[in-house]
């Protein structure tokens, strides 16, 4: 099985949903953009910078900006909360990287995300001041470099091909549902809704 520019295409018509934003920082951002790619419901992903206050950061001008994803999701195929549950199981909430670079924050963009995020953590054991994970209203998102969206697919020629034979520019694969899934996939993740190739089939770098 090869991914086509077509299988691209449709997928990316078929993927038509309302959705909402999730923020997450997970340390290094290129693992959690692959992880989500793998949850039912989440739409697309893009990789940023948040949780600071220097304008317009770029990766060697960091600033006191840290690595950040944000994730837009179809809500009533997976809620804010699961996306939680989700956050919270890659990584530990009792330990934070003193880097700012890398550390772990959840952003609440509205005042529901800020009640679910209350309420998931007292049905959890926590409280926002009894754990190391910042937990922050969201102020501003700003995109990485284009080179940081989708990192694995952009590893993969034979992968990322197929976008760019779709007409793909680099602002359509960080936005394409179908390239959030097959970055997942080529970081090595199990993934649903796209036939790809069968692993024993295509070589990795």
């Known amino acids: 099985m090869t991914l086509t520019p077509t299988d691209v295409r449709e997928y990316d018509e078929q993927t038509r949903a309302a959705t909402e934003t999730a ?9 959690p953009d692959a992880e989500f790619g793998t949850v039912d419901g989440v739409v697309r992903t893009r990789v940023g910078y948040a949780g600071g206050t220097k304008r ?3 990766y060697h001008a960091l600033g006191d900006q840290t690595e950040a994803l944000q994730v837009d999701f179809d809500a009533s195929v997976v809620s804010y909360t699961e996306l939680l549950d ?5 990584h530990d909430p009792h ?9 772990n924050i959840v952003f609440a963009a509205t005042t529901s995300q800020r009640d679910a995020l209350t309420t998931w953590l007292e049905a959890n054991g926590f409280t926002a001041d009894g754990i ?15 080179y940081h969206q989708k990192h694995s697919l952009r590893g993969e020629n034979r992968l990322l091909n197929a976008f ?42």
């Open 95 to 103: 330990s934070q990287t003193r880097t700012t670079q890398y550390q």
């Open 86 to 90: 989700h956050a919270f199981q890659l």
């Open 132 to 146: 190391e994970t910042r937990i922050e209203r969201l102020s501003q998102f700003h995109l990485a470099e284009d």
């Open 56 to 58: 317009d950061p770029s």
């Open 23 to 31: 923020t997450f920082a997970l340390g290094c951002f290129w693992g």
């Open 164 to 205: 760019t034979e779709a007409g793909y520019d680099d602002t359509t694969i960080r936005e394409s549902p179908a390239a959030a899934v097959v970055n997942a996939y080529a970081a090595g993740h199990e993934t649903d809704g796209l036939d790809l190739p069968d692993r024993q089939t295509i070589r990795f770098r």
